[in-house]
């Protein structure tokens, strides 16, 4: 009896998602990237989505105000990340990837950032979103010291097309996407570090066919704009240490993407690390813990380590 009782017990537990047995703060604040209405082409009327099923469960959508959930850590180790879920531009994963993501990253010390941005299928011009995070991380390392961060250690992390996303903020910081004013327009928009897991990399072929690349450039996008958006055409000398983690298997995202940058990244002179598991799919955001995908967390964290963003435990 009490066997069986411990066999359920430990399959209950194997169907709890990583991030619930995380002992993260909670979000309890958010801020907003804009004072008043978003700078750019589009509106959105009516209230936010949250998707009830399937792929889309915990997925939001419809997204009028764009802005960040902050997530304050019990014990602070002075480093940020920025982190964006995926869904190809037209949903944010927030329940099975930037939210357990989060979770876990502000159990460990960090300052969590947790992005909610715009969506050209909500009627948004398709540059909206990478304004939406340049804005975020101009907003956090201005405000670094309010948060106990260090400005010179705020760092990115994306999932699939949030992935697409943070690499863009990462290797494009610069781009004029927009004419700010204000306090925030007055740091840089390049983050310290970038984690990018299963990203959407390049929109040419044969990796044309994400919902990201329709998203961004249309079915019919020329080779100007397939090449302008793509990661790989930026990922140069001066890009920061990036990280990558993918799953051989996985039939949205090919581990091509990953590999494509890690050494178009290498071949430039930059930092960059590659984890390539043989198995997991699309979507795992922390992994289940009986999949060897699910190591990841660990392994950004020595990574971390080792480039002195985050000091070892016990030190």
Same mark, same amino acid.
């Given at each position: 009896?009490? +066997?069986?009782?411990?066999?359920?017990?430990?399959?209950?537990?194997?169907?709890?998602?990583?991030?619930?047995?995380?002992?993260?703060?909670?979000?309890?604040?958010?801020?907003?990237?804009? &004072?008043?209405?978003?700078?750019?082409?589009?509106?959105?009327?009516?209230?936010?989505?949250?998707?009830?099923?399937?792929?889309?469960?915990?997925?939001?959508?419809?997204?009028?105000?764009?802005?960040?959930?902050?997530?304050?850590?019990?014990? &602070?180790?002075?480093?940020?990340?920025?982190?964006?879920?995926?869904?190809?531009?037209?949903?944010?994963?927030?329940?099975?990837?930037? =939210? &357990?993501?989060?979770?876990?990253?502000?159990?460990?010390?960090? =300052?969590?950032?947790?992005?909610?941005?715009?969506?050209?299928?909500?009627?948004?011009?398709?540059?909206?979103?990478?304004?939406?995070?340049?804005?975020?991380?101009?907003?956090? +390392? =201005?405000?670094?010291?309010?948060?106990?961060?260090?400005?010179?250690?705020?760092?990115?992390?994306?999932?699939?097309?949030?992935?697409?996303?943070?690499?863009?903020?990462?290797?494009?910081?610069?781009?004029?996407?927009?004419?700010?004013?204000?306090?925030?327009?007055?740091?840089?928009?390049? &983050?310290?570090?970038?984690?990018?897991?299963?990203?959407?990399?390049?929109?040419?072929?044969?990796?044309?066919?994400?919902?990201?690349?329709?998203?961004?450039?249309?079915?019919?996008?020329?080779?100007?704009?397939?090449?302008?958006?793509?990661?790989?055409?930026?990922?140069?000398?001066?890009?920061?240490?990036?990280?990558?983690?993918?799953?051989?298997?996985?039939?949205?995202?090919?581990?091509?993407?990953?590999?494509?940058?890690?050494?178009?990244?290498?071949?430039?002179?930059?930092?960059?690390?590659?984890?390539?598991?043989?198995?997991?799919?699309?979507?795992?955001?922390?992994?289940?813990?009986?999949?060897?995908?699910?190591?990841?967390?660990?392994?950004?964290?020595?990574?971390?380590?080792?480039?002195?963003?985050?000091?070892?435990?016990?030190?």
């Amino acid at each position: 009896m009490i +066997r069986g009782l411990a066999l359920a017990l430990a399959a209950v537990l194997a169907l709890v998602a990583p991030a619930a047995l995380v002992a993260g703060e909670q979000p309890r604040e958010e801020i907003r990237l804009w &004072p008043s209405t978003p700078l750019g082409n589009g509106k959105v009327e009516g209230p936010e989505k949250i998707g009830t099923e399937g792929a889309g469960l915990g997925a939001v959508s419809n997204i009028a105000t764009p802005r960040m959930r902050v997530w304050r850590p019990a014990v &602070p180790n002075g480093a940020a990340v920025l982190v964006a879920g995926g869904g190809g531009y037209f949903r944010i994963q927030l329940k099975k990837e930037s =939210t &357990p993501a989060a979770g876990w990253l502000a159990a460990q010390g960090f =300052t969590v950032f947790e992005l909610i941005y715009r969506l050209p299928n909500d009627g948004w011009d398709a540059a909206a979103p990478f304004m939406d995070a340049q804005r975020a991380m101009k907003i956090i +390392r =201005t405000r670094a010291g309010e948060f106990g961060v260090d400005p010179k250690r705020i760092g990115i992390m994306g999932f699939s097309a949030g992935g697409h996303l943070a690499g863009f903020t990462a290797y494009q910081p610069d781009r004029a996407l927009y004419e700010g004013k204000d306090r925030f327009e007055a740091v840089s928009a390049r &983050p310290d570090f970038a984690v990018l897991l299963f990203p959407v990399v390049t929109l040419r072929k044969p990796y044309d066919t994400t919902r990201t690349r329709r998203e961004i450039v249309g079915e019919k996008a020329s080779e100007k704009a397939e090449i302008a958006w793509s990661l790989d055409t930026y990922a140069g000398k001066d890009a920061p240490p990036t990280i990558i983690f993918a799953a051989a298997d996985d039939p949205t995202t090919p581990p091509g993407h990953g590999i494509l940058l890690f050494q178009t990244l290498v071949a430039a002179g930059a930092s960059a690390e590659l984890h390539l598991f043989r198995d997991g799919g699309h979507g795992w955001g922390l992994g289940r813990p009986e999949q060897v995908i699910s190591q990841w967390p660990g392994l950004f964290t020595h990574w971390a380590q080792s480039l002195q963003i985050i000091e070892k435990r016990g030190e």
